[in-house]
């Protein structure tokens, strides 16, 4: 999933600098020179006679329009009009006229009395544009334009370019190009998403599944939004207009859904009911475009009103609730709202742009900067949707790790209860049978010869042996801390030194001890002795040549902290997890019951206890105790 991803983004930037650069290209062909075809002239209506009435006309009836300017505004009684346009006298070889903008649904180019060019638009779609060459044995001729149209513009709106018909060819091929390739773009991720999130939990795929929707809907609109589309596959322009209208119907519903999925998540009730009544908006304004269609285009005014007045209103109001809402969430904390909220921003800020080129230029100007808005907008959804699927499967494994640690402190739990069960029952039923044994065998020792003396003492040697693991059970049963008083750690461990430096020297090795005597903690004193002695004697088992002990002592956030670190033979991390469980010992002869012991008398003292092992480096304990203050 993961390298699926990375490939769609680098998939992803590569086209967007490739459309940046063939946008710029094309951008930079527009100059050429405008000085060739300095004027042109509009006439509305169509004379008698066709092209004769028209090349026969009076002055009168022409109005004469700057090269560069846009045509006059239509008369509404009005629904064709010609254009004409004198060549220069000496045209080099190779050159062509290209007119970017022109309104108009049937379109037909007349070089003299000769036609070079026919286009016809059998759907309401009246953006057209016209590239064709014209030769050295034109100079001088006339050009004229007849335009037809059921629509409300008619004319031209752009520069009529006259140049090498090359380059033209490349202005008119790459105009459009960086729209089809974002187009193609978006629906190249809208199904690999899918692809790559088959295995993804239900809450999961349903997002993904929602970015998939929103990639082929913009992928749809960027592709039906060209007019290249249209001039060069004329036959399926009725199909482009229906596809982009039922893109842009799902594509705001869709968006709806997934800002709910992503922020709300059903919490409001205002976004899911305007949710809903995008969808049944769409639904209808869908049906009413196939009725329209199977019409042929009879209710083209009343659909253009919904489609486009209606829908503008809704989808301003779409807008003004998502910002709404996420300025809501910002000032929560939510990053992914912030994320967001700023590429939406860029967005309005990219759309704002283009309306203020568009009513600066006569209304004439074609929609650019919203496009990047747009990808700017949608990399935003992307990288919030997956930085969701980053903090969900980061939840995930910590819950994962935390449900781990709480049954194996479950299981830990119920073996220290069953543990401690027995321990109680074993002392009550096991330990005066065994002392009244022991009394027996020494008034019988007593009375004895030498050899059966002998056997006596071992057999009592074990009853004492048996005594001592069953005083270890009732210990771990039920640590004793009923006499608790405030301890010095330093006198503590300096009591105990007696024992433990002995036993040190007699393996080889030695003890060193650095404690402050300002620390002081509660609880029971032999007690604690035991904890240290049992923790102590381990490492001391664990010497390996040149042993070496180092125990310190010091307070930190009303905390005394007790560090025992050795240099021995270390432990192995699945070792080391299944420390103080019952019958669990690293030593061969060994019980595991000592360590249970220190571990619930720590457990009793409020305390906690720690490991940290290398093996053959050494391991270290830490033991945390509550500490006090003593005056």
Same mark, same amino acid.
């Given at each position: 999933?993961k390298?699926?991803?990375?490939?769609?983004?680098?998939?992803?930037?590569?086209?967007?600098?490739?459309?940046?650069?063939?946008?710029?290209?094309?951008?930079?062909?527009?100059?050429?020179?405008?000085?060739?075809?300095?004027?042109?002239? =509009?006439?509305? @209506?169509?004379?008698?006679?066709?092209?004769?009435?028209? /090349?026969?006309?009076? !002055?009168?009836?022409?109005? %004469? #329009?700057?090269?560069?300017?846009?045509?006059?505004?239509?008369?509404?009684?009005?629904?064709?009009?010609?254009?004409?346009?004198?060549?220069?006298?000496?045209?080099?070889?190779d050159?062509?006229?290209y007119?970017?903008?022109?309104h108009?649904?049937?379109?037909?180019?007349?070089?003299g009395?000769?036609?070079?060019?026919?286009?016809?638009?059998n759907?309401?779609?009246?953006?057209?544009?016209?590239?064709?060459?014209?030769?050295?044995?034109?100079?001088?001729?006339?050009?004229?334009?007849?335009?037809?149209?059921?629509?409300?513009?008619?004319?031209?709106?752009?520069a009529?370019?006259?140049?090498?018909?090359?380059?033209?060819?490349q202005?008119?091929?790459?105009q459009?190009?960086?729209d =089809?390739?974002? @187009?193609?773009?978006?629906?190249?991720?809208?199904?690999? /998403?899918?692809?790559? !999130?088959?295995f993804?939990? %239900? #809450?999961?795929f349903?997002?993904?599944?929602?970015?998939s929707?929103?990639?082929?809907t913009?992928?749809?609109?960027?592709?039906?939004?060209s007019?290249?589309?249209?001039?060069?596959?004329?036959n399926?322009?009725?199909?482009?207009?229906?596809?982009?209208d039922?893109?842009?119907?799902?594509?705001?519903?869709?968006?709806?859904?997934?800002f709910?999925?992503?922020f709300?998540?059903?919490?409001?009730?205002?976004?899911?009911?305007?949710?809903?009544?995008?969808?049944?908006?769409?639904?209808?304004?869908?049906?009413?475009?196939?009725?329209?269609?199977?019409?042929?285009?009879?209710?083209?005014?009343?659909?253009?009103?919904?489609?486009?007045?209606?829908?503008?209103?809704?989808?301003?109001?779409?807008?003004?609730?998502?910002?709404g809402?996420?300025?809501?969430?910002?000032?929560?904390?939510?990053?992914?709202?912030?994320i967001?909220s700023?590429?939406?921003?860029?967005?309005?800020?990219?759309?704002?742009?283009?309306?203020?080129?568009?009513?600066?230029?006569?209304?004439?100007?074609k929609?650019f900067?919203?496009?990047?808005?747009?990808?700017?907008?949608?990399?935003?959804i992307?990288?919030?949707?997956?930085?969701?699927?980053?903090?969900?499967?980061?939840?995930?494994?910590?819950?994962?790790?935390e449900?781990?640690?709480?049954?194996?402190?479950?299981?830990?739990?119920?073996?220290?209860?069953?543990?401690?069960?027995?321990?109680?029952?074993?002392?009550?039923?096991?330990r005066?049978?065994?002392?009244?044994?022991?009394?027996?065998?020494?008034?019988?020792?007593?009375?004895?010869d030498?050899k059966?003396?002998?056997?006596?003492?071992?057999?009592?040697?074990?009853?004492d042996?048996?005594?001592?693991?069953?005083?270890?059970?009732l210990?771990?049963?039920?640590?004793?801390?009923?006499?608790?008083?405030?301890?010095?750690?330093?006198k503590?461990?300096?009591?105990?030194?007696?024992?433990?430096?002995?036993?040190?020297t007699?393996h080889?090795?030695?003890i060193?001890?650095?404690?402050?005597?300002?620390?002081y903690?509660?609880?029971?004193?032999?007690?604690?002795?035991?904890?240290l002695?049992?923790?102590?004697?381990?490492?001391?088992?664990?010497?390996?040549?040149?042993?070496?002990?180092?125990?310190?002592?010091?307070?930190?956030?009303?905390?005394?902290?007790?560090?025992?670190?050795?240099?021995?033979?270390?432990?192995?991390?699945?070792?080391?997890?299944?420390?103080g469980?019952?019958?669990?010992?690293t030593?061969?002869?060994?019980?595991?019951?000592?360590?249970?012991?220190?571990?619930?008398i720590?457990?009793?003292?409020?305390?906690?206890?720690?490991?940290?092992?290398?093996?053959?480096?050494?391991?270290?304990?830490?033991?945390?105790?509550?500490?006090i203050a003593?005056?």
């Open positions: 999933m390298r699926i991803s990375r490939e769609l983004w680098k998939t992803m930037l590569v086209m967007i600098f490739c459309c940046g650069f063939m946008s710029s290209h094309a951008y930079a062909d527009d100059k050429v020179d405008l000085k060739a075809i300095p004027d042109w002239s =509009i006439m509305w @209506g169509d004379p008698p006679g066709g092209l004769e009435g028209v /090349i026969a006309a009076s !002055s009168n009836h022409w109005i %004469k #329009v700057i090269n560069g300017e846009s045509s006059p505004k239509k008369p509404k009684e009005v629904s064709s009009a010609w254009i004409r346009l004198q060549l220069p006298s000496h045209i080099p070889k050159y062509g006229i007119i970017e903008g022109i108009t649904q049937n379109l037909w180019v007349y070089i009395d000769r036609l070079v060019r026919e286009t016809e638009f759907f309401p779609y009246d953006k057209q544009r016209s590239l064709f060459p014209i030769g050295s044995e034109d100079g001088g001729k006339d050009v004229y334009l007849k335009l037809e149209t059921k629509m409300d513009r008619l004319g031209i709106h752009s009529i370019k006259l140049d090498n018909y090359t380059s033209l060819m202005t008119f091929v790459f459009d190009l960086p =089809i390739i974002l @187009g193609c773009v978006f629906l190249f991720m809208a199904v690999m /998403i899918p692809i790559g !999130s088959f993804l939990r %239900k #809450v999961q349903i997002s993904w599944v929602l970015i929707v929103l990639n082929l913009l992928g749809t609109i960027f592709i039906t939004y007019a290249f589309m249209y001039a060069n596959f004329t399926y322009g009725g199909l482009y207009i229906a596809l982009f039922i893109s842009l119907a799902v594509f705001l519903p869709t968006l709806t859904y997934y709910e999925k992503i709300d998540d059903g919490k409001y009730n205002l976004i899911r009911w305007f949710r809903k009544f995008q969808v049944m908006y769409s639904f209808s304004l869908i049906t009413f475009m196939l009725v329209n269609l199977l019409n042929d285009y009879r209710f083209s005014k009343v659909y253009s009103f919904f489609s486009v007045n209606v829908l503008g209103i809704i989808m301003i109001s779409q807008f003004i609730l998502m910002i809402f996420s300025l809501k969430f910002v000032r929560k904390g939510n990053k992914e709202a912030v967001f700023s590429c939406f921003f860029l967005l309005a800020f990219m759309s704002t742009l283009d309306l203020i080129y568009y009513f600066a230029s006569s209304q004439n100007y929609f900067f919203w496009k990047w808005g747009v990808v700017g907008f949608i990399i935003a992307i990288v919030v949707l997956g930085r969701r699927f980053a903090i969900n499967q980061e939840h995930m494994i910590n819950y994962s790790k449900l781990e640690f709480y049954n194996h402190q479950l299981q830990l739990s119920d073996k220290m209860e069953m543990i401690s069960s027995l321990a109680a029952s074993v002392a009550h039923e096991v005066n049978p065994l002392q009244v044994t022991r009394g027996f065998l020494q008034l019988i020792a007593a009375r004895t030498d059966n003396k002998e056997y006596m003492g071992i057999a009592i040697e074990e009853l042996r048996a005594s001592v693991i069953i005083t270890d059970f210990t771990f049963a039920k640590p004793q801390l009923d006499d608790l008083v405030d301890l010095n750690v330093s503590e461990i300096n009591q105990i030194e007696g024992i433990i430096v002995p036993l040190a007699l080889g090795g030695r060193t001890v650095s404690v402050p005597n300002d620390l903690l509660r609880g029971n004193a032999s007690k604690l002795k035991q904890v002695i049992n923790i102590i004697k381990n490492s001391i088992e664990a010497f390996q040549v040149d042993g070496q002990i180092h125990i310190w002592a010091y307070a930190k956030q009303e905390k005394v902290y007790i560090h025992i670190k050795d240099n021995g033979e270390g432990i192995e991390p699945a070792q080391l997890i299944k420390l469980e019952p019958y669990y010992s030593k061969t002869k060994g019980t595991g019951l000592g360590l249970m012991i220190t571990f619930r720590i457990e009793a003292m409020q305390g906690h206890i720690e490991f940290q092992s290398q093996r053959y480096i050494g391991t270290e304990v830490i033991l945390c105790f509550p500490s003593v005056k």
